[in-house]
């Protein structure tokens, strides 16, 4: 389904949003919180737009930061969000 079909729908190209889920490790290897999760990160990125039904041109990504004695792992999710308008 093309961008002009969706609109023709009545359905509208909020935009851009992004979503992530993050978990942190303690000495690199003792888990801090929930564990990252890609369903995590889209429900965020579908969350940052009132109205938002569904993501299309869904781009995820996995980042590892380490640091001085911890580390940071996310799932990163970028996409755009149609619905309606609120």
């Known amino acids: 389904m093309g ?29 801090q919180g929930d564990s990252t999760s890609t369903n995590a990160a889209i429900a965020d990125a579908k969350g940052q737009r009132e109205g938002t039904l569904f993501l299309t041109d869904v781009s ?3 980042k590892l930061w380490l640091e001085f004695g911890y580390s940071v792992q ?9 619905g309606v308008e609120p």
Do not use: R
């Not at 009545?10 to 978990?23: F, H, I």
């Not at 996310?74 to 149609?82: H, Q, R």
């Open 3 to 31: 961008s002009n079909e969706i609109e023709e729908q009545g359905l509208t190209n909020l935009g851009p949003v992004e979503g992530k889920s993050c978990q942190t490790a303690a000495l690199y290897f003792i888990p």
């Open 74 to 82: 996310c799932i990163l999710v970028s996409a755009t969000a149609y």
């Open 60 to 62: 995820i990504d996995d």
